[in-house]
Every structure is written in structure tokens, then in C-alpha cells.
């Protein structure tokens, strides 16, 4: 008979036996965990860690951190770092199961988890699925960061520009919280991800208060445009291909790209955006610096998937390649 598990939330002073239980049994050192910027903006924004612990007869055998999207007493949470200790799989699912109590959280959910364990997310009750992936070509007839086999241009309707946001002050001005959405990220959230994020820099846009995020990438003389992030109505994303076109001519950008769900492939052609789906003939590199051409695959789970939106910068992702 299997010894019995005992979940909570971890102390301040615990960061040090969470760092050694990582280094032992993640299998690498892990940038988040050793550089002190990134652990204090994802897993200290409020000066208490954010981990939650399982133990087995006193032994810690699984951790699992989790950023917030927002300051609400139930919050929405993102999972992070979710490691187990070699043998004690049954442990890590108890404490993953665990987590939504023990931190109060309204709604979970996780960018990039590995295909493999959507098994176990399913188990658990979530829903867990391929984030799908977008790219909209610049006008140009050369790419050399994008590999381009069938060249494809939607077209966009007449709209008006994105105003951008380049204070926090500006955000402020124009933001209005939609309470639908999941998660449902606040002023808090987005101030400090967007304006306070380490070793990154954003350009935050707006149209009418539909909050816009994008980041644009040299790469080898060539510019590409992510966007990262949207605040609004999954049904009013159309009205923002526009805006984004423009951007693209003013940046010269050889093309943009956009992981997101909860915004249909239908809203994404109205905005002028194509869909990559898995067996598409197109290389739209995600990994830019270096450059890596070869498409990417992410994996995402949620616990509520209704007026689910997620984004590529969403959890603990969108982050410079590091290591330490």
C-alpha cells in the first residue's frame, strides 16, 4: 500500500529546497528557478512564493509553481514549473489536483505542456488540446526567416490604425476589464508583464480599448511581428486586421505570426490572418534568436474552457532563451 500524500502550499523560507529538488530530478537548471529576476516576476509578484508542495512520510516528491493573471481572492492561476520526483508520478498528479483548493484559484490552466501528458489532463477533468497557430505575410515577395511553399495574403477591411500604449499611465486610460473572458488578466497582470517583464521589451496598441500586444524580433536582417497577447471579444478581433496590416508596412516586417485559442479560425481569416495547421507545407519558425526553421507545436490545458482565450506570452512563456 502506497504511502499517503500531504499537499500545501509552500513557505518563503522553502525556496532553497525548492531549487535543490529542481536541480536534482528536472533534469536541468532551469532559467526561471536561477535567474533571480524571472523567479521573483513569475513566482514572488506580491513577496509570497508561489509553489505548492507534495510530500510523502515527510519526503518532499513533487512541486509545482503558478503564476497569477490577476489579484482577485479566487484568482485565475497559470501552471508553471510542475516537476515529480522519479517514481512518484502518482504524487505529482495528487498535488496538480490538488492545486485549484489549495490556492483558491476560480480557473487553471497551462501554456506549453508536453503531449504526453494530456492523458493525465484528461484524467483530471480539463481540457487540453494543440494551441493553434497563425501567420499573415508582409507584402513581399522574398522570405528568408519564414519558409514559404504556398504563399497566402488574406485580405483585411478598412479600419482605423492601433493608437499605441507606451505607459503604463496610457493603459490605465483606456483599459476596460471583460469579466468573461478566462482568464481573466487585470490592470495588475498586464502592467507588470508588459511594462515590468526582465530582459524583454513590448509594444502594447489599442483600438477602442481592445488591448493589443506585440513584440517585434530582428533576425538576420529580416523583422517578424508576434503578436503576443489580446484583450477583448474573440468576435471583435476582426476589426484589429486593419491596424496590424499597417503596422506591418510602417515595420517593413517580412511576416507576423500568433498562437492563440479561443479566437476562431474564422475570426483569425477575417483579421487577414492563415492558420498553420499541422501538415501545412510552411516553415513559420517560432524560435527566432537563433532562428530555428521549423515549425513549433504547442500544448496548452484548461479547467474551464468556456471563454477560454490563451496567448503565446500567457503563463511563464515569451521569455528570452537562457542558460544558466
Known amino acids: 500500500m502506497s504511502n499517503p500524500v500531504t499537499c500545501r502550499l ?25 535567474c533571480t529576476d524571472f523567479f521573483e516576476h513569475y513566482y514572488m509578484p506580491r513577496g509570497q512564493l508561489q509553489f505548492a508542495l507534495a510530500f510523502s512520510e515527510n519526503e518532499l516528491c513533487a512541486v509545482a509553481g503558478y ?12 501552471v508553471s514549473i510542475w516537476c515529480a520526483k522519479k517514481g512518484y508520478n502518482g504524487a505529482g498528479l495528487e498535488l496538480m489536483a490538488a492545486l485549484p483548493k489549495l490556492t483558491g484559484a476560480r480557473v487553471m490552466a ?7 501528458t494530456i492523458a493525465f489532463y484528461t484524467f483530471l477533468g480539463y481540457t487540453a488540446d494543440r494551441l493553434p497557430h497563425y501567420y499573415r505575410l508582409g507584402d513581399t515577395d522574398t522570405f528568408q526567416v519564414a519558409k514559404i511553399a504556398q504563399a497566402e495574403r488574406l485580405p483585411v477591411s478598412p479600419g482605423k490604425p492601433l493608437e499605441p500604449l507606451p505607459t503604463e499611465e496610457a493603459l490605465r486610460a483606456v483599459f476596460q476589464p471583460n469579466e468573461t473572458l478566462s482568464p481573466h488578466k487585470d ?6 508583464r508588459y511594462y515590468h517583464f526582465p530582459r524583454q521589451s513590448y509594444d502594447v496598441w489599442h483600438l477602442d480599448g481592445r488591448i493589443l500586444v506585440t513584440r517585434t524580433v530582428d533576425v538576420e536582417g529580416r523583422r517578424v511581428l508576434r503578436v503576443v497577447d ?6 471583435d478581433f476582426p476589426l484589429l486586421g486593419f491596424g496590424i496590416d499597417l503596422l506591418m508596412k510602417e515595420q517593413n516586417i517580412e511576416y507576423a505570426d500568433c498562437y492563440c485559442a479561443g479566437i476562431s479560425a474564422e475570426q483569425m481569416a477575417q483579421a487577414g490572418w492563415s492558420e498553420r495547421k499541422e501538415d501545412c507545407p510552411n516553415i513559420i519558425p517560432n524560435y527566432l534568436t537563433p532562428p530555428l526553421y521549423e515549425n513549433t507545436e504547442y500544448y496548452y490545458f484548461t479547467s474551464n474552457p468556456e471563454h477560454f482565450m490563451m496567448f503565446k506570452a500567457d503563463g511563464d512563456q515569451d521569455r528570452p532563451n537562457i542558460t544558466v
Open 110 to 116: 497551462c501554456n506549453n505542456i508536453r503531449p504526453k
Open 230 to 235: 489580446y484583450i477583448g471579444p474573440a468576435e
Open 67 to 78: 503564476i497569477l493573471a490577476n489579484e482577485r481572492k479566487a484568482p485565475d492561476i497559470w
Open 187 to 192: 490592470l495588475w497582470y498586464l502592467t507588470r
Open 10 to 34: 509552500a513557505q518563503n523560507n522553502e525556496r532553497g529546497l525548492i531549487t535543490d529538488f529542481l536541480d536534482t530530478h528536472w533534469g536541468s537548471r532551469h532559467p526561471l528557478i536561477h
